[in-house]
């Protein structure tokens, strides 16, 4: 199996624009793909799509359930917690778990010596399986609201891919933090989709530098070509980046995404370029494939 | 008085009417709680006269002189971030969480935790005030707690210069960062766009906004991209009880503006989307 993680700094850019169109071409022209929405905060890549749900994992992690009978107020739990979750007064024997803090990281636990702690199972967000001819195609994680991260639903959808498919389509969050590293540490290559405008070059300029600190490779998207400058040109031939394709600005293809379409569909000309940029990618990266 | 605006799914225009808004009226103390992606830097060029260090988390580190490979931390890790390689354990920096429990739990004491200390706090003046602004490097946690930093330091800065609008650039997504930045604050406003994703992205911070009860505003941005969608946007905030603040067609002069270091209020004022920023502005404030 080849990974690509589609990806950008900066938010907006064409992201899943960019990976549902690449994954429906795969498709239409016969490959074996599978499309994995790891934008947990903001999934948006199934709804182009009308396949059928055919599961739903529930992602969850452990929280502790203090039994105030037995808890002796030492506050050792309170000190192993590095993250402010466990509130305790003991003066006046007061003790609780401020749920949305806690990572489930079972440090508490461990710091009990009066067997005051147990866990119970935290809600953290959805992954749903979507098929065609049974067998999954899209994999969509989705954090609940009031989660604090995207991290272990994201994870969670990474790990249903049958590692038996052709090419997997990583619809990455955006950013350059936790969540955008989970996704695309465990891809072969990365397509990075930015804008010609100033925005765009700067959180380009931050995604190369991260992919360049763990070596991973990857190529460059300017989508919406025409509507800004040339720095990001500029800055893609200085730093020597392969720049995979320019899609110009058109209003017609924002019209189509707007209303939830794929341009990739009605366009065979484009549905082709993405097939052949997906085939030149995996025949100069193939050799490199993921392991863990 | 401090307003929040945020967006939900990234790319709407969020930065660009943030911009506008702290050069509509007097002075502000503007603050970028973007920190995965602070731009606001771009457009107004801030002469930052403090910088400080901001450690964002820890990170695991084996002392490989004391390790035993006993691999009783890979038991206790929930990170699945510790792993045998050939008789030695490794910790994977990325997966790492930073809860201290293998350096609690290590017979030999041979896990120190090292703090991530790359990540900077800048504040400064700018042509129509103060800024404040955080820099989340690359691969650390965005845990929100730079956006309460950030927040804390516009603050104190307001209380110091005497200035009485807080404006925040918040980052996308619903997350822990969008949370800690609309936390307490007078208004929020979600810009967003006439896309299907747009408004399934919308709907999930309104939600999210609710949860604190605070007055939000959305501003439908780029409207005539897709009016039919743009109409139901506006139902569906008229059916959630969501106040529609304004409309802003699609506007080349928005990127124009942006490539001159302007917001499209310094751009060109009386454009259309110049005066309808103004009404929007007065409409939130007042």
Known sequence: MFRIAVASGKGGTGKTFVAVNIFQSLIKS?????????????PNAAAFFTKKLTGTIAVTQLVPVIDESKCVYCAKCHEYCNYNSIFILPPVKIIKVIVDLCHGCGACSVACNYGAISEKPDSLGTVSLFSEKDRVSIIESRMDIGVMSAVPVIKAAIKQIDPGTGIAILDSPPGTSCPFIETVATADFVILVT???????????QSVETLR????????????????????????????????????????????????????????AFAGSLVSMVQNIIKDHGNSSYKR | ???????????????????????????????????????????????????????SGHKAVIDYDLCTSCALCMNYCRFDAISEDRGRIVISEISCDGCFLCSRICPEKAITMVPDDKS???????RKGRMVYGRLAPGEENSGKLVNAVREKAKQTAAQYGLETIIIDGPPGI?????????????????????????????????????????AFVIINKFDLNESMSKEIEEWCAGNNVVVAGRLPFDRQITEAMIESKSINEYNPESETGKKLRVIWNKIVS
Do not use: W
Not at chain 1, 232 to 237: G, L, P, T
Not at chain 2, 13 to 32: N, P, Q, R, W
Not at chain 2, 40 to 55: A, T
């Open chain 2, 1 to 55: 008085m401090e307003i929040a605006v945020i967006s939900g799914k990234g790319g709407t225009g969020k930065t660009s009417i943030t911009a506008s808004f702290a050069t509509l009226g007097g002075d502000v103390v503007l603050a970028d709680c973007d920190v995965d992606a602070a731009n606001m830097y771009l457009l107004f060029n801030p002469v930052h006269d403090e910088e400080s260090v901001f450690v």
């Open chain 2, 120 to 126: 900077r706090m800048y504040s400064g003046s700018f």
């Open chain 2, 175 to 215: 997350g822990c960062p969008v949370i800690s930045t609309i936390s307490g604050v007078d208004r929020v406003v979600i810009v967003t766009e006439a896309t299907r994703s747009a408004l399934s992205d919308m709907e999930r911070a309104v939600e999210v906004v609710r949860k604190f009860s605070i007055p």
């Open chain 1, 195 to 205: 804008e010609p405008t100033p925005f765009g070059l700067s959180d380009l300029r």
């Open chain 1, 213 to 268: 600190s763990i070596d991973k490779p990857s190529g460059v998207i300017i989508n919406r070509a025409g509507l800004g400058n040339n720095a990001v040109r500029d800055y893609v031939d200085r730093q020597e980046i392969p720049l995979l394709m320019e899609i110009p600005f058109s209003k017609k293809t924002a019209e189509i995404y707007s209303e939830g379409k794929i341009l990739a569909g009605t366009d065979p």
């Open chain 1, 30 to 42: 016969g490959l074996d793909a599978v499309l994995v929405d790891c934008d947990a905060e903001a």
